[in-house]
């Protein structure tokens, strides 16, 4: 049975906690699948979802892991899913809602044999008053098939809980600023709708009409002339165009507040929602980035994995370190490493990342080729051989007094 507390729209088992608590009910205007109407969520839950779902796992170092269940989490988790679609629903549920789950279906041996995302609103979690331990219940958006499970059988994952076993969506912090976003862009809105015409005051210059005339003369003429253009009136009306504040509308434009409020929220450097730096650089902000958001995501992925499934995981991120083979064989052939680096490379090295093929004796360090009278040149040799004369190396070298 649900419960209606906002305009007849039911409330989850949270949100009617927060009512109780403040009064006031969290839609889901600005939380789950509606929230992505607002552009500058959209751009930082595709931004974190797209980000992690690019990473594949990897073990942790001195740890090993069944090839199989690799190949499952990284290559293709249910039939005909990749690894990046279930990985970015999992990230956008997790930001929307604050929960994400992945039900765990196995074979006969307890081997993992597929991993099934499911939707955050066909799941419910119960707790048992008694035992305290808590279960799930999943309702397939197919088949009419109903799933009981126990927690080892399905990847709960969560953010931001205060109980442990329920997360929430970061969102929640944000309704002052979507609020103070939307009205603004209502505002605008409604006067580029108008156009020329954006109200004003008619006035009757002959007798008194109630309410409810006024209304109906109101409505009459703006159904006749609200569309801008030429306001036809006769000698018993007097028409003022309001004037309008055009400062107001700079300001509306001009606002980047809830946009920055937005981006500190969720983590994310506000370069990325396409707004300028001020005193850091891309690079520092990309690596506070990865150090804070992104480990946290990685922590409560890989943790309920690692739980779940009894390996140990973690997210291969050298793609968003930009730290991979070929940025570092970019960054040397673009200058922009130390010399000493550059010469740790062998000459093969280079010309495969030229695009060009192996030659023999590339195996030799750049700028380390051993030097010898094949690899000098014509000049240097005559000038040594001069030098001698018809002296040895040796009496050359010596002084016998």
Known sequence: ???FINNGNPVTEQQFIDYINTGT???????GLKALTNSDIYTGVNIIAGDIAQSPFKPVDTTTIDESLLHILNKEPKENQSHYTMMYAVVSNLILTGNAYVLIHRNNDNSVKELEFVETQQVNVIR?????????EVNMPYGNIMYKCDPRDILHFKLSTTDGWLGRSPLLSLNDEISLQ?????VL???FSKGVFSGGILKLL????NNSAKKQIRDDFEAVNG???VVVIDDSQEFTDSKINTEVLKLIQANKFSTQQ???VLGIPVSRFGQELVNSSDTSQNDIYIASTIAMYESSICDEINLKLGVELELDLSKLRQDTKEDRLRRIAEGRVKSEFAQALTVNDAREYLGFTEIEGGEALLGQTPETNENKTEQEVDVNEEELGDQSPTDAGEDRG
């Open 128 to 136: 048992d008053l008694a035992t305290g331990l808590y279960r799930y």
């Open 227 to 229: 569309n801008g253009g």
């Open 1 to 3: 049975m649900g419960l």
């Open 189 to 191: 809105n409604n006067f």
């Open 206 to 209: 002959n007798g008194t009409v």
């Open 182 to 186: 939307t009205n603004g862009l209502k």
């Open 262 to 264: 937005i981006a500190k």
């Open 25 to 31: 009910v969290y839609t889901t205007n600005f939380t």
